[in-house]
């Protein structure tokens, strides 16, 4: 397609758990972003990947997340021992990196409930 | 933590009317974007204006930047049904790349 996909669109899963989450951008886009949105609030920066490094990991909350972006296209952002707070939406992103400022398309996004 | 401060939080409006949100930030920017966000969609990019830019227009959509007061509007001419949603200010900082730091949003209702 020619946006950016996430899948899965919908994830419940048990406090404990590990869960992956896959985003597959814009081809051609070397910028890749998630975020995470939490219901009534704007989207919180996790993690900004040029290429297949990640360039900025401060948004990561603690260890248990990790994002990964082997080849500089899809990337899946993984968390261990979800907790009932790790409940949001998770965003990514795509741009195409070139001169820094730019917009971002955003896919629509994986909606994560821990029970 | 989030940059940008929206205001109102939510507005109520008629067809026809003029809908304004702001949106103030606290560090200085390279540039400053509004998104929309439908419910339960994800974000699509509206307008994007940079720090050495005052005013930029796109269609219904008009964008203002005050640097000193590090502030910005948002103003929906002669709004529809179909432009109900979120809306959202993001800052841009300088440093190569667009790390985008959003605000809370202004839910903004359009009744016909």
């Known amino acids: 397609g020619a946006g950016v996909s996430q899948t899965p669109s919908n994830k419940v899963t048990e406090k404990g758990k590990y869960v992956e989450l896959r985003c597959d951008p814009i081809s051609g886009h070397t910028a890749l972003y998630w975020y995470r949105q939490s219901l009534g609030q704007g989207p919180e920066f996790l993690i900004y990947f040029q290429g297949t490094g990640a360039a900025d990991d401060s948004g990561l909350p603690n260890d248990r997340f990790f994002a990964v972006r082997p080849e500089g296209s899809v990337s899946t952002l993984k968390i261990q021992r979800t907790e009932r707070g790790d409940s949001a939406v998770y965003l990514c992103?795509?741009?195409?990196?070139?001169?820094?400022?730019?917009?971002?398309?955003f896919g629509e996004g994986s909606r994560l409930t821990v029970l | 933590s989030q940059q940008g401060e929206e205001d109102p939080q939510a507005l109520s409006i008629q067809e026809g009317e003029n809908a304004t949100m702001n949106c103030s930030y606290k560090?200085?920017?390279?540039?400053l974007q509004w998104y929309r966000q439908n419910s339960g969609r994800g974000l699509v990019h509206l307008i994007l204006i940079r720090s050495n830019e005052r005013e930029k227009h796109s269609g219904r959509l008009r964008v203002t930047l005050d640097t000193s007061k590090k502030s910005s509007s948002l103003l929906i001419t002669a709004s529809r049904a179909a432009d109900t949603a979120s809306y959202f200010c993001a800052t841009g900082s300088s440093g190569g790349y667009n790390k985008l730091i959003f605000g809370a949003g202004t839910r903004l209702a359009v009744h016909p």
């Open positions: 560090t200085s920017i390279n540039n």
């Open positions: 992103a795509s741009a195409t990196g070139q001169g820094g400022a730019g917009e971002l398309f």
